[in-house]
């Protein structure tokens, strides 16, 4: 008599056990069948008692006690009796070919770790794990684009490093990614804008771009009523540039000299671009000396200092009066290096200035997108397919 026997409930409500087909160290394999007696007919409603034949369709649960579980699921093929329909019947504890409840654990698998991981640790086919994570990042995304979206952040990440661009669409007040859509052109986010209805569009109050010239078109042409920002991550990149480019030029020694660079500049690279206020007093005296012989350096750092100025200020009247101070600098202090970031200042200077007014959508929000984009990133290099790698932006938010 064997002494390691006992009963175990199966815990799927209207489901009935018809007996274990096999019970082995490996897998448990069980016979089911739906307690719904008469199951309604799909085209009129009408429950039908007659099933014409029965079929076991087999069904991935849950494991039980760590072995892999199939329900051979004897499904009725029923005749409705006033329209002639035959249908399968249906049952809500089944999706195809796992149960509801292991798919629901697919998908948390897959977002904990990757569509193979989880396929492995339940020892199902990745193709088949991720056609359920496809299927419910859909529904996801169908939900998420149904609601108001007040703050629309644009992004765009590439499927594989430098080629195959998406344009990443996020929800700036809640954080989701409603959707990643292919190429990162004016055609593709347009594309996506006309798809969410007129209704949609006209709640969006702010939306937040890079500096493409691309974005910028289907921006003004779909939602030219909301305001259009850059992101300030964005654009204090752009300002930094015309530091880099003053910095490059001081430290350049006569040719033929070695090094062929001033050592002190360039080991100072790094802490020219430090928020001064992080500063300490040793690295505060260090910049000071580099000032005193590179007066060029000094201006171009303080140049760029009154441009962090403009997001550092209360309001729009302080951020005017940073650019001021800005622009006697450039004035006086002998910077042509930034004529690129005066250009690039002018030609968007509404979509930086407007920043303040559009409540100063700079924040932890989208820092925590852009933690986002570079997991997504690295994650890339596993995905070729652009519904995979939506699939993922989806459940990763
Ligand atoms: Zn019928």
Known sequence: MKRDVMSVRLWLPRIEVLGVVADTPGELVVRVRSS????????????SGQAHDRRGNKVRDLEVSGRPTTLVWERRRMVCGPCGRRFAEEHPAFEGRVTARLARRLVQDARAMTVNAAAKRHRLSWRMVNALVVAYAGLVAGHRRRRRCRVLLVD?????????????LVNGDTGEVLAMVPHRSEAALSGFLAAQGHRWQKGVKVVVSDGSAAYAAAIAKRLGHARHILDRFHVIRWFAAGLTAVRRDVQRRPEGSKPAFDPAVFRARFLLMRRPDTLDADERSRLDALFEAHPRLKAAWEALGELHGLYLAKDRNGALEALDRFADIYGTGDIPEFSDVVDTFLAW?????????????????????????????????GFTNYTNFEASGLLLT
């Open 36 to 47: 719904v007696r008469r199951p309604c007919c799909p085209d009129c409603g009408t429950p």
């Open 156 to 168: 765009e990440t590439s499927i594989r490093k430098r080629h195959r661009y998406v344009t990443v």
């Open 349 to 381: 200077h509404p979509q930086i200035l407007d920043w303040h007014q559009a409540g100063r959508p700079s924040n932890g929000r989208i820092e925590g997108t852009n933690n986002l984009l570079q997991v997504l990133r690295r994650k890339a290099h």
